[in-house]
Nanobody
Framework: QLQLVESGGGLVQPGGSLRLSCTAS????????IAWFRQAPGKEREGIGC????????YYHDSMKGRFTISRDNAKNTVYLQMNMLKPEDTARYYC??????????????WGQGTQVTVSE
């Protein structure tokens, strides 16, 4: 089972930016489409978007369009989530997982530990 590791989270002020990374500890990501999710306290995990394995297409949920960008560098075995103009409501734990959106979340079976993003003054 593919094990992914997320990193890059932290504390950022409203309006700031962060870039999260997703990599695999002992496998190559180039064969996998990768999706990003987030889960805020007390809320269900929600999909942000995904990128195809060949980097030819991306998909974003409507509410995530405009401020979030997913990219990948297969040479570095890494998928990125660039987040701009962050808002306090973006505070959540962010996860990557192999698979495509908008498939149902139950189709995603391999989860890492996530990385915490906190947007606050």
């Amino acid at each position: 089972q593919l094990q992914l590791v997320e990193s890059g989270g932290g504390l950022v002020q409203p309006g700031g930016s962060l870039r999260l990374s997703c990599t695999a500890s002992s496998a190559t990501l180039r064969s996998y489409p990768i999706a990003w999710f987030r889960q805020a306290p007390g809320k269900e995990r929600e999909g942000i978007g995904c990128i195809s394995s060949n980097d030819r297409f991306t998909y974003y949920h409507d509410s995530m369009k405009g401020r979030f960008t997913i990219s990948r560098d297969n040479a570095k075995n890494t998928v990125y989530l660039q987040m701009n103009m962050l808002k306090p409501e973006d505070t959540a734990r962010y996860y990557c997982a192999p698979g495509l959106l908008p498939n149902h979340i139950t189709d995603f079976t391999s989860w890492g530990q996530g990385t915490q993003v906190t947007v606050s003054e």
